[in-house]
Nanobody, 123 residues
């Protein structure tokens, strides 16, 4: 059974940092593109960042460029999202996802999803 488990969420003040991670029990994990999405309360899920299977290509939402960094360690079946200079508008449940596309920003392109981890940024 495929499982993606996020961890590392929490509450931080404006300007602070968090590093969320996602461990995937995906066979042949190194063949999957991985993405991070977020869903603020009462709003639609939105794309945050994606990384291709070998970690050489990236895609970021404009709202997080220069502040967030996605990375992966294939030997650990893990993808990370380092979030710096956090703002209250970054508050959301953060989900990781795996798919056969490379760095797509559309949720429909992802086949596997985690349960999410809450990130709250206080002003």
């Amino acid at each position: 059974q495929v499982q993606l488990v996020e961890s590392g969420g929490g509450t931080v003040q404006t300007g602070g940092s968090l590093n969320v991670s996602c461990e995937a029990s995906l066979e042949n994990y190194e063949r999957y593109g991985m993405g991070w999405f977020r869903q603020p309360s009462g709003k639609d899920r939105e794309f945050v960042a994606a990384i291709n299977y070998d970690g050489r290509r990236f895609n970021y939402a404009d709202s997080v460029k220069g502040r967030f960094t996605i990375s992966r360690v294939n030997a650990e079946n893990t993808v990370y999202l380092q979030m710096n200079s956090l703002k209250p508008e970054d508050t959301a449940v953060y989900y990781c996802a795996g798919g056969h596309s490379t760095t797509d920003s559309h949720p429909i392109e992802y086949d596997f999803w985690g349960q999410g981890t809450q990130v709250t940024v206080t002003s």
